[in-house]
């Protein structure tokens, strides 16, 4: 029974997550939840990120079918009260985002395209600018860019212990968690804050931010 049981979980599960970001504007496929109509070329909605087979490996990203670009650097956030360790450039769980969101690479840039539907014209996912060539301008409210001075610090190695009083612990109890917003177990990155495949709180939020509430998992104020 137990075999059945998980079997049926594993099957279950990407219908889950398919649920949850058909009703995004990371759906991209549909102009329902979106504030401009637009096609840009197939009704699949997970390709523009992952792919079954032969994904791109560079980033260690799931199954990931967008373009990415080793290459790239940004500009990272800066501060002389800033006491934990900061990489020098950001990591997967901003990197993946950032391969759309800082305008460098074309949205539907894939390296599995999706077969017969390919054909289309670019207009503007989830309201969002895009130009000639499908990617992301800075008129767009998606639009973070190469220049991360003026957003949260990402690529940070989160250590309380390097800010004590100002930060919980890592594994911190059931109210404040940190360990559970972390990519890769280590690092503060965009994922940390945002879920791509659920819009439920806004914003792609991975929780509700009343009272700052998300911004308190991590910082003691």
Not at 68 to 83: A, F, K, L, R
Not at 204 to 218: A, I, M
Request: proline share 4%; net charge negative.
């Amino acid at each position: 029974m137990r075999r059945y049981t998980i079997i049926f979980f594993l099957l279950i599960t990407p219908i889950l997550v398919y649920a949850g970001v058909d009703t995004t504007p990371h759906n991209f496929t549909s102009s329902t939840y979106s504030k401009n109509s637009y096609f840009v070329g197939t009704r699949q909605i997970c390709v523009f990120c992952h792919t079954p087979h032969n994904g791109n490996q560079t980033l260690g990203a799931a199954l990931w079918n967008h373009e990415t670009n080793e290459s790239q650097t940004y500009t990272m956030y800066t501060s002389n009260t800033m006491d934990m360790t900061q990489s020098a450039q950001p990591h997967k769980g901003s990197l993946v985002c950032l391969s759309c969101h800082d305008g460098t690479i074309a949205v539907n840039s894939l390296n599995n395209l999706p077969g017969q539907e390919q054909a289309g014209s670019y207009g503007s996912p989830g309201g969002s600018n895009l130009d000639g060539t499908g990617r992301l301008t800075a008129s767009s409210h998606a639009y973070v860019g190469t220049d991360l001075t003026d957003d949260h610090p990402v690529g940070i190695t989160y250590d309380a212990s390097l800010d004590v009083g100002n930060f919980y612990a890592k594994t911190g109890v059931s109210t404040n968690y940190p360990d559970r917003l972390l990519s890769e177990d280590l690092y503060v990155e965009c994922s940390s804050c945002h879920n791509p495949h659920d819009n439920t709180y806004s914003n792609f939020l991975v929780e509700d931010n009343s009272g700052s509430q998300l911004c308190l998992r991590c910082h003691i104020k």
